[in-house]
Structures are given as C-alpha cells and as structure tokens.
C-alpha cells in the first residue's frame, strides 16, 4: 500500500501558476507510475500528467507547454506545475499511484482559476 497526500491548490487568477505536491509513504523505487488527474464538475475524471519509475513522462494534449511534472526521489514527492492557468483548469486535483496491478488515489486537492 502506499498513501498520498497533496498540498497546494488554491485560487488563482487567469495566466497564474501553481505548484502542486503529492508526497508518497514509499520510497519511489517500488512504485511503477505517478500521475496527476482531475475533475471538474460534471465532468469524468481525466489524467493530467503522469512519470513512470524510469522517468517517461505524459502530458495531455490541453496542458502540454503549460504543466510540467516532476518528482523528488529523495523526498518520495512528485510536483506539478502548472503555468498559464485557465478558467477551465478549475477542478479537484488527485494525485496517483501505481502499483502492480493497484492504484492509490490522494484526497484531492481544489486548483480554481478565477479572476
């Protein structure tokens, strides 16, 4: 098993960045893959970014040049930075964990971009 705690969402105006962090209860060698996904209201939940254990990573199409995903092995925390926000970015934020055959979800963490 392993939990997941994300921290730094928050309110945001049109064009500002953010940066969240998901901090991870085992050491990142024995985790396949972390990933960032989101849902907005009304909406199905949707992978944002991903890092596999080897470093790959995947962005989706609407926020490839503006997010960037990174994690600190040392620190067993995975970030995502988010640059140029958008009103549409407003969603609740999860971070993932994969392991084997298993995902472990955070509690999610809210990202609204208002002016």
């Known amino acids: 098993q392993v939990q997941l705690v994300e921290s730094g969402g928050g309110l945001v105006q049109p064009g500002g960045s953010l940066r969240l962090s998901c901090a991870a209860s085992?050491?990142?060698?024995?985790?396949?893959?972390m990933g960032w996904y989101r849902q907005a209201p009304g909406k199905q939940r949707e992978l944002v970014a991903a890092?596999?254990?080897?470093?790959?990573?995947n962005y989706a199409d609407s926020v490839k040049g503006r997010f960037t995903i990174s994690r600190d092995n040392a620190k067993n925390t995975v970030y995502l930075q988010m640059n140029s926000l958008k009103p549409e970015d407003t969603a609740v934020y999860y971070c993932?964990?994969?392991?084997?055959?298993?995902?472990?979800w955070g509690q999610g963490t809210q990202v609204t971009v208002s002016s």
């Open positions: 085992r050491s990142f060698f024995s985790i396949d893959a």
């Open positions: 890092v596999t254990s080897g470093g790959s990573t």
């Open positions: 993932n964990a994969k392991l084997d055959t298993f995902y472990y």
